[in-house]
């Protein structure tokens, strides 16, 4: 065995693992990122977007995009239209990855998935996270409460029949209760703005 087919099935290894690959996850290890090109080439690996790459007979879920995002803003958390998405909430089919970045965090560059970033803080940003795994990268997502009092708190931005069909649809659906989200409606200070659309729910 030589040594580039051991490189080559080390990456293989790598991609399977991973799920998605970038340049640094080869080069942190000590792989040069031309055997992601040479790859490539050979039709081992797809290339997703600018230094993404995924292996050619990976299964392809419908939440590609989010785990592609994830994989470049591992700060990053899943909110609002693409958190309703992934909860199974709604009938809209966001083309953008909505994601929750800390305040005085850089805006990531990157051309693919399209994002729409949305500046949260304290315990607004840190509370209500759960972690999935998705085609092998841990993505972060607010959980379904905390992205309906999310809603209502950028209700200028995605629109407050949005933002009351979610709160209909995840109680209808018995996704959360009205306890769930009277507390994260606390945490987004958005109490008042909540509190007659769940007490007609009751």
């Known amino acids: ?65 989010l785990a592609q995002a994830a994989k470049w803003i591992p700060r990053g958390v899943a909110c609002l239209l693409t ?24 805006r990531p560059r990157i051309d693919y998935p399209p994002l729409r970033i949305v500046r949260f803080s304290g315990k607004a940003l840190s509370e209500g996270i759960e972690e999935k795994i998705i085609e092998g990268v841990l993505v972060k997502v607010y959980c379904l409460a905390k992205t309906v009092a999310d809603c209502f708190k950028y209700r200028n931005k995605i ?19 009205n306890d769930e989200l009277w507390q994260y409606a606390k945490v987004c200070r958005v109490a008042k703005v909540m509190k007659p659309y769940l007490e007609a729910s009751l």
């Open 83 to 106: 958190a309703l998405q992934f909860h199974g909430i709604g009938t809209l089919a966001p083309h953008e990855i909505w994601m929750a970045l800390d305040r005085r965090a850089a």
């Open 159 to 177: 629109g407050l029949d949005i933002a009351i069909e979610a709160l209909r649809d995840c109680l209808g659906q018995r996704k959360c209760t």
């Open 1 to 65: 065995m030589t040594k580039n087919s051991t490189k080559k099935e080390q990456v293989l290894h790598l991609v399977r693992e991973m799920g998605v690959l970038r340049v640094s996850d080869l080069t942190s290890r000590g792989i040069h990122s031309e055997y992601l090109r040479r790859l490539h080439r050979q039709g081992l690996l797809i290339r997703t977007g600018r230094g993404l790459y995924i292996a050619a007979d990976a299964d392809i879920s419908e939440h590609h995009a």
